[in-house]
């Protein structure tokens, strides 16, 4: 007897709602003030020893961590030939970049632990009201700036406004995906805003390659449309997969909602 499996696809499970998270960045300097590259950062929860996320230093020396539940943390930072420090007390807030000041290993034994008290420097980036500035950073692609915003709605987004897509934006969004400033890796959304309710997308997503549609990237394109006074806090999303609604609600929890379609069908013999 041959068993048949049927397969069935979705394009969107809907409606999905998703919690605006927080970010933690900072520099890692020696003694002299030069940077660091390599650094282990670990993102841990108050008086805890389990890491929930990590990040490496850049070659400048630089690291950011996305994604982060509003809650007290401490953070440890650790290098070969470098004692260890632990900065404690860090608090995120909802769409707030917490930037800590620069943090300045010692040299000595990894046994060794320095322990400071946060003090860093807290941007909202919630209010549309902000400049653009507050969210918008760039990078080096083959020798080119590239500006985009960085969001995220549960994983990370990293958005470039163009006026269309009459560029080569697979080959742009292959080289960000991996770009050093993402060691996790980032889904790279390029977004077209045609009016203050109404975004286009084409997605490149982390691992995957082109993709027609996603929710989180939808969400993500969306939000720094919103962020950046571009766009409404309700706007209609549209990618060659089909559309969806994104609304900001009070609260910063963003709400996604569209229909359920089936994309294909078929038998696979057991």
């Known amino acids: 007897m041959r068993l048949l499996w049927s397969i069935v696809a979705f394009s969107l499970v809907s409606p999905v709602a998703a919690q605006v998270t927080g970010r933690l960045t900072g520099t890692v300097v020696d003694a002299s003030g030069a940077a660091i590259p390599g650094v282990d950062v670990k993102l841990l929860l108050a008086g805890q020893s389990r890491p929930i996320l990590t990040a490496v230093t850049t070659s400048d020396g630089i690291f950011s961590i996305t994604g982060i539940r509003p809650e007290v943390y401490d953070v440890t930072v650790e290098s070969t030939g470098f004692r260890k420090q632990t900065v404690r007390s860090i608090k995120i807030d909802p769409a707030t970049e917490a930037a800590l000041p620069a943090i300045r290993l010692e040299v000595g034994a990894v ?29 080096s692609v083959n020798g080119e700036q590239v500006t985009f915003a960085g969001v995220n709605v549960g994983n990370p987004v990293a958005c470039v406004f ?13 080289r960000m995906e991996t770009h050093e400033m993402f060691p996790d890796r980032a889904n790279i959304v390029f977004v077209r805003v045609d009016d203050r309710k109404t975004v286009t997308l084409r997605i490149w997503e982390r691992g995957v390659g082109e993709t027609t549609a996603s929710g989180s990237c939808s969400c993500g394109g969306a939000l720094a449309s919103m962020i950046n006074d571009k766009a409404d806090h309700e706007v209609r999303v549209i990618t060659e997969g089909g559309e969806v609604k994104v609304k900001w609600n009070e609260g910063n929890e963003v709400v996604i909602t569209g229909t359920a379609e089936l994309v294909y069908s078929g038998q696979w013999p057991l």
Do not use: H, M, Y
């Open 111 to 139: 046994t060794e632990t320095v322990e400071v008290t946060a003090s860093g420097q807290r941007v909202q980036t919630a209010n549309a009201e902000i400049s653009t500035t507050v969210t918008n950073e760039q990078l």
């Open 162 to 174: 163009v006026d269309d897509f009459d560029f080569d934006w697979r080959s742009l969004g292959k």
